[in-house]
């Protein structure tokens, strides 16, 4: 059975906001659903290991609730990558969540499980702030991921509209395209998502479970 890896951020300070931030949980919730559904095993990994601080949690939200009781273990007790392996992975998903801004831009051990599945034939994804994971992925030729590929991030208006555009330590869409990525998307906070060959990505939280769909079609492909 193929395990999909979520990547979990352990940043929970939005800035000098005095508000807490993590890992926007039905970002995973609802592509773990349809990983699920699709007969896959979930598996957890965040920056620094132990309980990945949690955001978005919408009470109303059954897919989310659920998913919070079936894995509330396993959230409370992530690894660091140091002890994975790429090999046991047929993908990677790296979740969004306004606390990945500062701390998956240097997670270089997840970016080379990330690496590792990826030149395995497996499927790379990212959601909404969840692709700061691929700025520091590079492949074995020494070249980014996203180098000359088509991606989706959270976008300069949508960071600006939620009035995070000066407290997020840099802007993902320009980061994106400053390593060579070509950034697609559409109008704020719609949902969208692109798949490049084997690299899924997703403009924003709307997108996370199509990110997923989009995900299970490209496993196994050139």
């Known amino acids: ?93 790296f979740a969004g969540g306004h606390g990945s801004m500062w701390d998956f831009p240097d997670a270089r051990e997840i970016a080379e499980l990330a690496a590792t599945v990826y030149e395995n034939g497996g499927v790379v994804a990212a959601v909404c702030h969840g692709p700061a994971g691929l700025l520091p992925v590079v492949l074995s030729d020494g070249e980014p991921l996203v180098a000359g590929k088509r991606v989706s991030a959270f976008t300069n208006e949508e960071e600006a509209a939620v009035g995070l555009a000066g407290t997020v330590p840099f802007l993902l869409e320009e980061a994106l395209t400053g390593l060579g990525a070509v950034v697609t998307k559409t109008d704020a906070f719609a949902e969208y998502a692109v798949a490049d060959g084997r690299l899924v990505t997703g403009q924003n939280p709307a997108s996370a479970a199509e990110v997923a769909r989009l995900a299970l079609r490209q496993v196994g492909t050139a």
């Open 1 to 93: 059975m193929p395990t999909v890896l979520f990547a979990l951020t352990s940043h929970d300070t939005l800035g000098d906001t005095g508000r807490k931030t993590g890992f926007y949980v039905p970002e995973v919730a609802h592509p773990a659903q349809v990983f699920t559904a699709a007969g896959w095993d979930l598996a957890f990994v965040s920056v620094r290991g132990g309980a990945a601080p949690q955001d978005g949690v919408d009470p109303a939200d059954e897919v989310t609730a659920a998913f919070l009781r079936e894995h509330a273990e396993a959230l409370a007790d992530t690894p660091t990558a140091a002890g994975l392996n790429g090999d046991d992975y047929a993908a990677v998903y």
